[in-house]
């Protein structure tokens, strides 16, 4: 049995899963926005005591990467990449919205489009076959009426994400779906990172880095200590 991993920290909920050939062995998350620092490690340890293992028992690390939140992607891919090059294992990175996307069953001929709140009226997005290919690159954009309508005019599209309510107040089709119910976690990995491992598309320990989508801006603060570096 492959065992895996996987960390996902994109968004303010911090969680942590492990599978066994794809299948969901023990998972935990917490939705307090600012824990990943002071929990990532806690919540590791306890879902491999929920899953009867340890660490030297899991086969490849993997980790959200992204896009999402600056300080917690930064901090879940420090965890995973730590523990990969202590343990010797492989870092898989996994995209955070192909992710969310393998949680939603979808016929073929339909697509699904996660959305990832970018603050005010703009989302990260990425829009997915019934495969899980991607068919529109990964991009921030600014909804409006006319976004995903190439698609929505072919037939069911089903929105997931956090951003879930902004999309669904401003696209209007009876081809839309919202579904409000799944939200960003490592318990979706698990397929995803499995098929990786197969092919042996490891990420490169040293070069890897999220993908923030957005460049980091600091605050522009007269208190904030890095505007006077």
Not at 198 to 204: C, L, P, Q, T, V
Request: aromatic content about 10%.
């Amino acid at each position: 049995m492959v065992k895996i991993l996987s960390i996902e920290t994109s968004t303010s909920i911090c969680s942590v899963a492990i599978h066994g050939d794809g299948e969901l062995l023990s998972f935990l998350e917490i939705h307090e926005p600012g824990a990943h620092a002071e929990q990532l490690m806690l919540l590791i340890e306890r879902v491999l005591s929920m899953a009867g293992c340890n660490f030297k028992e899991m086969d490849a690390i993997a980790v959200s990467g992204g896009p999402g939140s600056y300080t917690g992607l930064r901090i879940g891919v420090s965890t995973a990449k730590g523990l990969a090059f202590g343990l010797n294992r492989p870092l898989i990175g996994v995209n955070t919205l192909q992710a969310l996307a393998s949680a939603a069953p979808i016929k073929e001929g339909e697509y699904i489009i996660p959305v990832l709140d970018a603050r005010r009226m703009e989302v990260y997005r990425e829009v997915f076959d019934w495969e899980l290919n991607s068919v529109d690159e990964l991009k921030a954009e600014v909804i409006s009426e006319e976004c995903f309508q190439n698609f929505l005019k072919k037939g069911r599209v089903y929105f997931v994400g956090d951003a879930v309510q902004k999309v669904k107040s401003i696209v209007k089709s009876e081809n839309a779906e919202f579904l409000t119910e799944l939200s960003f976690s490592a318990k979706y990995m698990g397929e995803i990172s499995l098929g990786k491992f197969k092919r042996k598309e490891f990420a490169d320990l040293a070069y890897f880095v999220p993908n923030y989508l957005k460049e980091f801006k600091a605050l522009h603060s007269k208190k904030n200590p890095l505007l006077n570096l």
